[in-house]
Structures are given as structure tokens and as C-alpha cells.
């Protein structure tokens, strides 16, 4: 098995808020290796955003890493100072959200957000960023860049806004990019415009990706394995291809379920019953028992099943999953 670029073991990360303890990640581990895409999938709320800000560094206050161990290139992340972190965000490990028009600086024009990554991280002199920015700027598809780089965020659209994002996410190469929804908000064209570039991006520069999204089509276009995640930890993961024929968690083979079908215009969506959990103290059971149609003895009395190797490659925290023939 190659070494992985990122290593995530049994991590934990808790809000303590006046309603209790929200364990919003709760026992996570994940492989992340080099020019491979993991994707991350789950409904919302299962922890997803909280496991990216986890491996930035970037938890909101009251959250905060409780236990585990986050390792880039061996080396565990928890245990650098917050200087050593801010080095390796943007230039080695960098992050792009959804939600480009909150992630961008209002107040700052678009050319110097781009041309501050590249100030901050290489020695090249101001007219050399400038041009690199510019170039950033147009092999992201904006169109005159050159005008654009003195434009503010409130003056693009959602689209440009995106590839201005990816620009600064993309703009040194990083080894790894975490991607929380990157292209939820946008149109499908767009959508596969952008998926194209991370696909660039890890053949040029080995860049190892982490994508996370609620579309399983994203993820049977972009992704070499998936996680899937409910109630803060990890139910399954396996090849992708395993996993799209093979589901065997039954949250799983509900997801799959819900998908709407492209090769039938009938069947509707099918959501999965019941609501997700609150993720506040709870029995040591599975998380997914009250919504679980498969659920036996086991599942009710505990403790929660644990992520285990089931086939070589395909990893399964259930007691009684599916069956094929
Ligand atoms: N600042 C916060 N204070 C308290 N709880 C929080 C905070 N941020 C996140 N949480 C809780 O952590 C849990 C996981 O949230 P997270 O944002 O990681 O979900 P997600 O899987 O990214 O969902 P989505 O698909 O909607 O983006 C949720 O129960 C959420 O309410
Ligand atoms: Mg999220």
C-alpha cells in the first residue's frame, strides 16, 4: 500500500455549547494518498465540514479537537505551533468552500487576494506575482483577466467567484486540496468545468484531493474511494466502484436509494426516513439504529459497531449489512 500524504486517525472534534456536547466528529480516520481523490460523502450534519476545518486547523470556537492525530507526510499536524500551520495552509494543504462570495474579502479587490497567497508564501518580485496572479486568473476561464484582478467580490457573479477561489486554492500547487462542496452552487456546466480543473491539477502536480459533496454523481466522476460518513464517524468506505455496486451499509444502500436515476424519469427522489441524529451525548450505540431497517438485537444493546475490513479494500462498521446474491 503506498504511504499516505495525509493520515487521519480516530479523530474527535467537539462543540461544548450550553446544550451539551455536540460531537460533530467522533472517531474519524482516513488515507489520503498522493494523486489519489478520496471523496467524503454524507448527509448534512454528518461532520464533513467539521473533519476539513479539523485537518486546517481552523475549528470555530467552541469547537475543538479533542483527540486523535491528523498526520501530513508523517509529521502530526496537532502537534505544530500555529505559525508552522499558517506555512503549510495554501502552500501545501489548502481548502476551497462552497460558498465563494463569504470566503472571499469584500473589502479587497480580486488581484491582490490572489497575488497575497503568492506574496506570502514564494520570494517573487511584485511584477512577477502580478503576472503570475493574472495568468491564475485566466486558466481558470475568467475572462479578461487583467481588468478583473481590480474588480471586488460583490461585482462577480457566483460562478467567477468560484474559479477566483479555486485561483487562490490552486494558485501553488498544494499537495493536498480539500474541496468542501466546491461546486454545489454552480450550474452543471460550470460544475464540470471545475471538476476538469482539480483533475488538472492532480495530474500536474500530484496533488492529492479530499472532496466532499453531496453528489454521488461528483464523486463516480472524480472520485478513486469513498467515505461515507453519518453522526460524526465513518460507516463505510471501499472503491468507488465497490461501493456504487455493491453498497453494504444499509445508510449506504439508502443513499443510493435516494438518488434520483438518469436512466428513469420516474422514480422520484426517495428521501431516507427519519431525521438525522442530534449528535449530543449518546448511548454507545450506532448511530444510524432509529432509522435503520435492518437493525437486529446487536445494534440496539450496543456497543456501536466498529469500521472494520470486510473484503480486501472495503471497510464496514455494521452488524447486519446488505446481502447480494
Ligand atoms: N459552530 C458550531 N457550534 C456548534 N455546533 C456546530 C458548529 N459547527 C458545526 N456544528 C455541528 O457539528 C455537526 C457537523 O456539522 P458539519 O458542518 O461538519 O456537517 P456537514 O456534514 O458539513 O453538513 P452539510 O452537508 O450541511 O455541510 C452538526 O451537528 C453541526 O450542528
Ligand atoms: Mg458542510
Request: aromatic letters at 4%.
Amino acid at each position: 500500500m503506498a504511504t499516505p500524504i495525509l493520515e487521519i486517525q480516530d479523530l474527535h472534534t467537539y462543540f461544548k455549547t450550553k446544550d451539551g456536547v455536540v460531537k460533530a466528529v467522533n472517531g474519524v480516520s482516513l488515507r489520503l494518498e498522493e494523486n489519489r481523490v478520496l471523496g467524503v460523502v454524507g448527509e448534512s450534519g454528518s461532520g464533513k465540514t467539521v473533519t476539513a476545518l479539523s485537518i486546517m486547523q481552523l475549528v470555530p470556537i467552541p469547537g475543538e479537537i479533542v483527540k486523535g492525530q491528523i498526520r501530513y507526510d508523517g509529521v502530526d499536524l496537532l502537534g505544530l505551533t500555529s505559525e508552522q500551520m499558517r506555512h503549510l495552509r495554501g502552500r501545501e494543504i489548502s481548502l476551497i468552500f462552497q460558498d465563494a462570495g463569504a470566503a472571499l474579502n469584500p473589502v479587497i479587490s480580486i488581484g491582490q487576494q490572489v497575488e497575497e497567497i503568492l506574496q506570502e508564501h514564494t520570494d517573487m518580485s511584485r511584477r512577477r506575482i502580478r503576472d503570475m496572479a493574472t495568468d491564475l486568473l485566466h486558466q481558470m476561464g475568467i475572462p479578461d483577466a487583467r481588468t478583473m484582478m481590480g474588480r471586488y467580490p460583490f461585482q462577480l457573479s457566483g460562478g467567477m467567484a468560484q474559479r477566483v477561489l479555486l485561483a487562490i486554492g490552486m494558485a501553488l500547487k498544494p499537495r493536498i486540496l480539500v474541496a468542501d462542496e466546491p461546486t454545489s452552487n454552480l450550474d452543471v456546466t460550470l460544475q464540470a468545468e471545475m471538476l476538469h480543473r482539480m483533475r488538472q491539477l492532480r495530474e500536474e502536480s500530484n496533488t492529492a484531493i479530499l472532496l466532499i459533496t453531496h453528489d454521488l454523481g461528483v464523486i463516480a466522476q472524480m472520485a478513486d474511494t469513498v467515505a461515507v460518513m453519518y453522526g460524526g464517524t465513518i460507516v463505510e468506505y471501499a472503491d468507488t466502484r465497490a461501493l456504487y455496486s455493491r453498497p453494504l451499509h444499509p445508510y449506504t444502500w439508502g443513499l443510493f436509494q435516494a438518488m434520483p436515476r438518469l436512466d428513469s424519469d420516474v422514480k422520484p427522489l426517495k428521501p431516507i426516513r427519519g431525521a438525522p441524529p442530534k449528535m449530543l451525548d449518546a448511548p454507545d450505540v450506532c448511530p444510524f439504529l432509529e432509522r435503520c431497517h435492518k437493525a437486529v438485537n446487536q445494534c440496539r444493546t450496543g456497543p456501536a459497531p466498529k469500521l472494520i475490513e470486510v473484503e480486501p479494500g472495503h471497510q464496514l462498521a455494521c452488524y447486519n449489512p446488505m446481502v447480494y446474491d
